[in-house]
């Protein structure tokens, strides 16, 4: 029992230093890297500045030398410098609403500078405010680039100014497609770059559709990358005190299906490969945006920090040849939404694992499964959550008991125990003995209840990441004073129920004879009270539900051990 208690004591112990560690660096960053309000898109484009500064420019082989800069890729590493920028036109934006995505598009370059969700609200309180995920003004700088570089691309000397038919696309009702066409013409070629968005559906299909008049070959190579700066995640976002929330590049390789590069890891280590098919995206809690080119060919990934501190997260693809007088296009998939793990299975292998579950992913995807299937059956997701802790409690009963009764005999001869220990306090090898004896004739295993625990470990860790990772908790009620699973408990009603729980389990379990761990389990229900008043309201309910029923079967298996014993 003495090896049992020091190893649930040293796994408590442990765990309060990780959170504690994470809460001081998670709102140390908050402090540090805080960002005033920023300034939503209007239907004037007031706003938002041009996605295409000088830093933005596209670098080609054959571009004359001058200004460098940084933030676009070049087709061969550290060989070319920027060309000068178009400035005419600048700024001009073109909206675009679907009934999941307000976008607006930069004819400069034809970038995607701001996204919003009107599907996720920014805050519960405000059901008029749109999330938004992705823009581009004086505070913040989160955008989606892409253009055609190369010897003959129209971004290799300053990005193409493109033109569009109106300032406003609407998807309307009573049809699932919108396309929206941005032209361009040079020396004979037409370009037209088509942004295709379905209802519904957070993905854009982002195509250039060339026709060469030029009366040579033309050939370029297609890029997307995601330009950020290292503004944090809106704290409405934030986890809370018990997860710092990964705030990211990753990609796919072959040899590793998901790959993360903080954007300390961008600036420390920049990464290049060329890989097949593929995805690479910018992460934070809830929400993700992604580039998806051509599934069939290989492509160069970089990731990188500018000069400027913006991280750089892209795609170079292949070059496009087309001879004078043929036609050709070529194109990308670009997703920026919620991390929607069914909806990013569909789109590429391995992207729902953005949604990072850790190196228990293999577990927590069945239990997100379960949880979904339950919620889909009450239409609540606190009552799933509550449900879903029970099928838990219910499969681990049997190893749970073995546990429980492990407990109970130790209480049972605790005061047999105490004797030994008083009796031969001088002699820890006779004392060792007595207790060995004793644990024989009682027939009881002092390490019984340490495997039933260490069992269930990555299941219920499995479960704390489903419950922290998956978007569909945001903003989710519950009951009564909760209308948000995702945010702390306002009154903090469940984090003192789950701290009275861990009490009266304490009570029902022997008390240890050592002084010291007797002072830290005394201890441990006001630190973990402590921690938990800054969880999100579903994991407090899970620890609520799983300790109310645990201490349910303890009891009960306590009671009945007493009784056979009188």
């Known amino acids: 029992m003495d090896l049992q208690r020091s190893l649930l004591i040293g796994v408590i112990a442990v765990l309060s230093f990780m959170l504690l560690t994470e ?139 493109f033109s569009a038919a109106q300032t406003r696309f609407d998807l309307v009702e009573g049809t699932n497609e919108l396309q929206v066409d941005l032209s361009y013409t040079q020396a004979g070629v037409s370009v037209t770059k088509r942004f295709t968005l379905r209802r519904g559906d957070y993905l854009v299909d982002v195509d250039y559709l060339i026709e060469n008049n030029s009366g040579a070959r033309w050939q370029a190579n297609l890029f997307g990358q995601i330009k950020r700066d290292s503004s944090p995640q809106p704290a409405g976002d934030s986890a809370g005190m018990g997860l710092n929330p990964f705030l990211g590049a990753a990609l796919t390789q072959p040899e590793e299906r998901f790959t993360k590069f903080d954007f300390q890891d961008m600036r420390e280590d920049p990464f290049r490969a060329q890989l097949p098919g593929g995805w690479i995206a910018m992460i934070q809690h809830y929400f993700l945006s992604a580039w998806i080119p051509n599934a069939e060919q290989s492509h160069t990934y970089t990731t990188r920090v500018t000069n400027t501190g913006f991280n750089i997260a892209g795609f170079t693809s292949p070059p496009l040849t087309l001879d004078s007088g043929q036609s050709g296009s070529v194109g990308a998939g670009f997703y920026a939404g919620p991390k929607d793990q069914y909806r990013l299975e569909e789109i590429s292998p391995y992207l729902d694992l953005s949604v990072d579950y850790g190196w228990l992913w293999w577990i927590a995807q069945p239990l997100f499964w379960l ?86 470990m990555p299941v219920f860790i499995a479960l704390y990441w489903v419950l922290m990772e998956s978007v569909e908790l945001r903003h989710a009620p519950f009951a009564l004073w909760i209308d948000d699973l995702s945010v702390m408990d306002p009154y903090f009603v469940l984090p003192l129920i789950m701290g009275a729980s861990m009490w009266f389990m304490q009570k029902l379990n022997p008390p240890p004879p050592d002084p010291m761990q007797a002072k830290i389990m005394q201890w441990m229900p006001v630190i973990f009270t402590f921690f938990f008043l800054w969880f999100p309201a579903g994991l407090v309910l899970y620890w609520v539900v799983n300790n109310l029923l645990s201490m349910a079967q303890q009891w009960y298996i306590t009671r009945q051990i007493e009784k056979a014993a009188a």
């Not at 200004?67 to 070319?80: A, C, G, N, V």
Request: with cysteine; net charge negative; glycine share 8%.
């Open 23 to 161: 809460w001081v660096a998670f709102t140390g960053e908050r402090e540090a890297q805080a960002v005033t309000p920023q300034t939503r898109l209007t239907d004037s484009g007031t706003g938002i500045a041009s996605a295409s500064g000088q830093a933005d420019i596209p670098v080609t082989l054959d571009a004359p030398a001058v200004e460098s800069s940084d933030d676009l890729p070049t087709l061969e590493p550290e060989t070319t410098e920027a060309a000068p920028q178009s400035s005419s036109n600048a700024g001009r934006i073109v909206q675009v609403y679907t009934d999941v995505l307000q976008l607006a598009i930069d004819l400069d370059g034809g970038d995607i500078v701001e996204v919003a969700l009107p599907k996720h609200l920014a805050e519960i309180d405000n059901p008029d405010v749109p999330f938004v995920l992705l823009e581009q003004n004086a505070n913040r700088v989160y955008v989606a680039q892409s253009g055609l570089i190369g010897p003959d691309g129209i971004d290799s000397n300053g990005r193409a100014t």
């Open 371 to 456: 949880l979904n299937q339950i919620h889909e059956l009450v239409g609540n997701w606190g009552a799933a959550i509550i449900l879903l802790t029970v099928l838990i409690k219910g499969a681990f009963f049997k190893l749970s008991a073995t546990s429980y009764r492990s407990m109970a005999n130790m209480r049972r001869v605790q005061p047999k125990i105490v004797d030994i220990r008083e009796q031969y306090a001088d002699d820890k090898q006779k004392q060792s003995q007595a207790m060995m004896d004793l644990y024989r004739k009682e027939k009881i295993n002092p390490m019984g209840g340490c495997l039933p625990i260490l069992v269930q």
